[in-house]
């Protein structure tokens, strides 16, 4: 039986509710062109704020059987999506000179896309974008996990929405945003194998990890051509995004160097 996280459940059927409501305040053409884009799956490297849903715990929707809510962070630097950067940039929200994220004004919610980015991979030796650049205190944790017979959600190049942290403050000026973004993910159902990203070796021996919880995650015999395009950008690009240090290892590599 799958698990859900009580916390989570409060949270995402509070954005379920409100979103259809705020939605309707946005351009029919730019909802048009959001859900158009869901379908498009060419890679591209860009720079800008994104958001990630490699870790994210889902629950299922209240309208849509094929779809569940992942609430995912947000970053701003480089990551792979699945059309052009301009199709992927946020809409109505941006971050301020203080690094907050903020809901521009007139704007009812803002509107991000999940994407893929190394952000808090496990420090595998091997796996270093620049071995010269590694910082000693680098605390990621984050390695795949390999699973098999399952349920998992498809989070990759999806829309997301972020309400303003409060709801009541007035629409034409500018908000800051929540914390996080709630992603409509496509549930896959009955796959034979994928896989889901991990905070360290605990979670990658854990067994039931992959049956008892809906986790955003990647089909298998993808993952290799994504860590290869992203780490080959970082290397080219070295000072586009110091956060990412290292490229996203596997759990099998996990006792690795120890």
């Known amino acids: 039986m799958v ?10 059927i509070l954005l379920f509710c409100l979103v259809p ?12 062109s959001l859900s158009a884009a869901k379908d ?21 929707s ?15 630097g480089v990551s792979l999506g699945g059309n052009s950067c301009s199709v992927l940039a946020p809409v109505g929200m941006y971050v301020n000179e ?8 007139g704007y009812p919610v ?9 952000y808090q991979a496990a420090p595998i030796p091997g796996r270093e974008i620049d071995p010269n650049t590694t910082a000693s205190d680098y605390t990621g944790t984050i390695y795949l996990k390999h699973c098999t017979n399952g349920d998992w959600a498809d989070c990759w190049n999806k829309p997301c929405s972020v309400l303003p942290k409060d709801i009541t403050a007035d629409i034409n000026t500018d908000r800051e945003a929540a914390d996080y973004a709630v ?3 496509g549930l896959v159902t009955n796959s034979p194998e994928w896989y889901i990203a991990v905070y360290g070796t605990e979670q990658c ?11 955003s995650g990647s089909p298998a015999g993808t993952m290799d051509a994504g860590i290869a395009l992203l780490k080959k950008y970082l290397l080219e690009h070295p000072d586009a995004d110091p956060a990412q240090q290292y490229a996203m290892g596997y759990c099998e590599e996990c006792t690795e160097g120890e």
């Open 110 to 118: 803002g509107q991000i896309t999940s994407t893929y980015s190394f």
């Open 62 to 76: 209240q309208s849509d059987p094929k779809t569940v809510l992942c609430s995912c962070f947000m970053i701003d």
């Open 21 to 32: 409501c705020v939605m309707a305040g946005l351009p029919k053409d730019r909802v048009a």
């Open 205 to 215: 021996t854990d067994e039931n990890l992959c049956s008892d919880y809906i986790i």
């Open 3 to 12: 698990k859900i996280n009580p916390f989570l459940i409060g949270f995402v």
């Open 98 to 105: 203080d690094g907050e994220w903020m809901i521009k004004a």
């Open 183 to 185: 992603c409509d993910c």
């Open 40 to 60: 498009i799956t060419v890679p591209v490297v860009c720079n800008q704020p994104y958001t990630l849903c490699d870790t994210a715990y889902c629950v299922p």
